[in-house]
């Protein structure tokens, strides 16, 4: 099978961990290395986060820190959601491998410099890494396929009720983003909110009853209680993956190619992302949004790496 061969930044975080268990697990996904960025948890916690992550799966990619702030310098942790460790509800193991010693948007450099195939970038945190990545390497554009994000939203936030948090942390990384005019699919509220953690998928979760599908049930059950206590959401959005399960099957969602801009000054509105689906505004159309989700394609993928990465 022909891979997609993809970097992951990401700050884990529940929905992240997922992500990452995604990404190395599917058979068409090559993951080159996964970096980091402050978000969920301040960076040092999110990079210790995913090398536990890769010890309890036995993931050995590159891992390399990267951003510790926004652009513009701002810092602020989701433990309202993902806890005090940015990963709370299950121990994990100590890591089994190094950092890499080069910071993250180094790493995406040389990988991306390496790979004898164009590369998809999937942010999954704050979109510093990957905008700083754009910044730095201008040359290495032509060598990158797609970006894939999970963020912000077709309607209302979830950090403000216009701003989802991972826009919210750097709007001016998703602004440097949608300046690329690379290929950009847009992983919103709008669809991660259909990818929920019912009861029934619970179920399939403990039924496996491997170290893996027990300290993931762990955490998301931390994860539901959080959602349920801040959102009133008893079933909790396992928001991230989709951005890997977008590159395995684009089929399991419903996209619309429209215009995105992102609101950097509103006085109650920063980090919006203006998706105006009905072109309204006569503007080009420059992003790819997610809208709606095939639950089941998306769940089945999904467990299928959980099952996969436990044994
Ligand atoms: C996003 O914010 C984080 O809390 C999650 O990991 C996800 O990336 C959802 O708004
Ligand atoms: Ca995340």
Redesign the pocket.
Known sequence: MKKTPIILDC?P????AMAILLAAYNPAIELLGITTVS??GIIDKVTENALRVCALAKIQVPVAQGAGNAILGAVEA?SD??GETALDGAPLPAPTFALESIHGVDLIAQLVRKSSEKVTLVG??PLTNIALFLKMYPELKSNIAHIVF??GSASRG??TPYA???IWMDPEALEVVLKSELPITMIG?DV?HQALITKEIFDKLEAMNTEVSKTMTGLMRFFAKTYNDVFEMPDPPL??PLAIAVLIDPTVTKNRFVNVEIELNGTHTRGATVVDIYNRTGRKANVNVALELDFDKFWNMMLDAVDKAGR
Do not use: Y
């Not at 975080?13 to 992240?16: A, F, I, L, Y």
């Open positions: 700050d975080g529940h929905d992240d978000g969920n989701a959601i993902h999954t945190g999970m963020g979830n950090r989802e948090f991972n509220l991660t928001h991230d």
